[in-house]
């Protein structure tokens, strides 16, 4: 974007992390949207191939978030499922029940309802399993349940945070003139978020 004049690079710039920041919000349906941050931000390179500050390390970061999140979505579900008593198919029950649930739900509440139908949907989905397929007891079915909602929820505050870090990283390189913070300022503060949800893990 060197060729264009100021004013109108910020207003392209701010376009596409406007439209990055709504792609963000597709992990709360439980689809793959720091993913499709990241083909959309190597669209961008291939259309502005001079932005040299998307070097290698750049990219590394940014698949290794972008995985990360993915890991963490499972791993915390998963993790919190199976601390409250829930087998494999009541989780695996509650991640279709999450996404089901987010897509119902997502028309309400500004699409805020999306949140609630995926907590919903995970509870649903595992509870019903439990309890009706598996034949567990009503309070085993309800405890293996809400591990599942903790976890989803866990999952996605963890994969949307890790999502920011990205739309940080990308801010940071592509804003004509870097009146933002400069990368390195930008890669310290992804660094930080992707520590605060270690405690999580536990």
């Known amino acids: 974007m060197d060729f264009l004049p100021v004013p109108i690079a910020t207003m392209l710039a701010g376009a596409f992390l406007t439209l990055l920041g709504f792609v963000l919000l597709l992990n709360i349906f439980g689809l793959p949207g720091n993913w499709l941050l990241l083909g959309l931000t190597v669209l961008w390179k291939l259309a502005n191939p001079a932005a040299t500050q998307m070097d290698i390390w750049f990219w590394v970061m ?4 972008a995985l990360a999140g993915e ?3 499972f791993v915390l579900l998963l993790i919190k499922a199976r601390k409250y008593g829930s087998s494999s198919s009541g989780a695996f029950a509650g991640m279709i029940g999450a996404i089901a649930g987010a897509i119902l739900l997502a028309p309400l509440f500004f699409g805020l309802g999306a949140l609630i139908g995926a907590l919903a949907g995970a509870w649903t989905g595992c509870f019903f399993t439990e309890w009706i397929i598996r034949g567990r007891s009503l309070g085993e079915s309800f405890s293996a349940a809400f591990g599942t909602m903790v976890g989803r929820f866990l999952g996605t505050v963890c994969k ?3 999502g920011g ?3 940080a990283l ?4 592509i804003w004509p003139d870097y009146p933002l913070p400069g ?3 930008v890669d310290e503060t992804a660094r930080v978020m992707l520590e605060a949800c270690a405690p999580f893990l536990s």
Not at 62 to 65: E, S, T
């Open 62 to 65: 940014m698949a290794g978030f």
């Open 71 to 73: 890991t963490l979505e």
């Open 160 to 162: 949307c945070g890790i």
């Open 165 to 167: 870090c990205m739309l």
């Open 170 to 173: 990308t801010a940071g390189r």
């Open 183 to 185: 990368p390195d300022a």
